[in-house]
Nanobody
């Protein structure tokens, strides 16, 4: 199995910044992709940013130019640098990984979620 531990959420004023981190541990052979999703109250969970093992990156349009995703493969860690935060960024942010295991080529795993609240 894969365990994901997230950190870095909190309360920030509009225009502020936060950095989320997520570290994966377990018996994975490799991690194909790492990403961040979010879910606001009453809304569906949406992909925020994702980075593949080859470095390809995708962002949801609403965060382009404000958020930056990166990963440290040596530490099995993915980061989400969030700048110019807006109230509409308020949500629970979930880390997600797609890992190759010895018993399956793809195992999707989720973190427990970290709350990000943008409010004055």
């Amino acid at each position: 199995q894969v365990q994901l531990v997230e950190s870095g959420g909190g309360l920030v004023q509009p225009g502020g910044s936060l950095r989320l981190s997520c570290t994966a541990s377990g018996s994975m052979i490799s991690i194909n992709s790492m990403g961040w999703y979010r879910q606001a109250p009453g809304k569906q969970r949406e992909m925020v940013a994702r980075i593949d093992s080859d470095g390809r990156i995708d962002y949801v349009d609403s965060v382009k130019g404000r958020f930056t995703i990166s990963r440290d493969n040596a530490k099995n860690t993915v980061y989400l640098e969030m700048n110019s935060l807006k109230p509409e960024d308020t949500a629970v942010y979930y880390c997600n990984t797609d890992s190759r295991m010895d018993w399956t080529p793809r195992l999707l795993s989720w973190g427990q979620g970290t709350q990000v609240t943008v409010s004055s």
